[in-house]
C-alpha cells in the first residue's frame, strides 16, 4: 500500500508564492511519474504538472511559467512551487503517484488565493 501525503496549502494574496509538498511512503521499490493535479470550486479536476522518475516535466498552459514541479527521488517527494498567484488558481491540489502499475492520490490541499 502506498500513502501520499500533502503539505504546504493555505491562503495568500494574489501576486504570491506558495510550495507544496508530497511525500509517498509504503511499499515503494521505484516511483514513475508524479504529478499535481486540481480542482476548483464547481469544476472537474484537471492536471497542472507532472514529472517523470528522470525529470521531464509537461505543465498545463494556464500555469506554464508561473509552477514549477521538481522530486527529490531519494525523499520520495514531489514538489509545486507557485509563484504569481492569481484568484483562479483557488482549488483543492492533489498529489498522484503512479507505482506498481497503480495510481494513487493524496487526500488533497487547499490553496485560496485573495485578490
Known amino acids: 500500500q502506498v500513502q501520499l501525503v500533502e503539505s504546504g496549502g493555505g491562503l495568500v494574496q494574489a501576486g504570491g508564492s506558495l510550495r507544496l509538498s508530497c511525500a509517498a511512503s509504503?511499499?515503494?521499490?521505484?516511483?514513475?511519474?508524479m504529478g499535481w493535479y486540481r480542482q476548483g470550486p464547481g469544476k472537474q479536476r484537471e492536471l497542472v504538472a507532472v514529472i517523470s522518475s528522470g525529470g521531464i516535466t509537461n505543465y498545463a498552459a494556464s500555469v506554464q511559467g508561473r509552477f514549477t514541479i521538481s522530486r527529490d527521488n531519494a525523499k520520495r517527494t514531489v514538489y509545486l512551487q507557485m509563484n504569481s498567484l492569481k484568484p483562479e488558481d483557488t482549488a483543492v491540489y492533489y498529489c498522484?503517484?503512479?507505482?506498481?502499475?497503480?495510481?494513487?492520490w493524496g487526500q488533497g490541499t487547499q490553496v485560496t488565493v485573495s485578490s
Open positions: 509504503g511499499s515503494i521499490f521505484n516511483i514513475g511519474v
Open positions: 498522484q503517484a503512479y507505482v506498481a502499475g497503480t495510481y494513487y
